[in-house]
């Protein structure tokens, strides 16, 4: 993944954040799961960046190895 992803995706979670925060402090429930659930979208798109990056790894070094 790109970096504009990568920041696009820590500012989602940043704005759930925000919502979750906004909503305890107003006492709208509604606001608050918002925010919870835009967290946990921005986690499962960071964790499969992480996934992907992993892999990329993976090849890079079975790439060099085979190479040698």
């Not at 606001?31 to 835009?38: C, I, N, P, Q, R």
């Not at 967290?39 to 993976?58: M, N, P």
């Amino acid at each position: 993944m790109g970096l504009g992803d990568k920041i696009q995706n820590k500012g989602q979670e940043l704005a759930g954040k925000a919502k979750e925060k906004v909503g305890e402090a107003t006492g709208n429930e509604d606001l608050v799961a918002e925010g919870k659930a835009d967290q946990a979208k921005a986690g499962v798109k960071q964790a499969g960046e992480k996934v992907k990056d992993a892999g990329a790894e993976v090849r890079d070094t079975v790439r060099d190895t085979l190479g040698k």
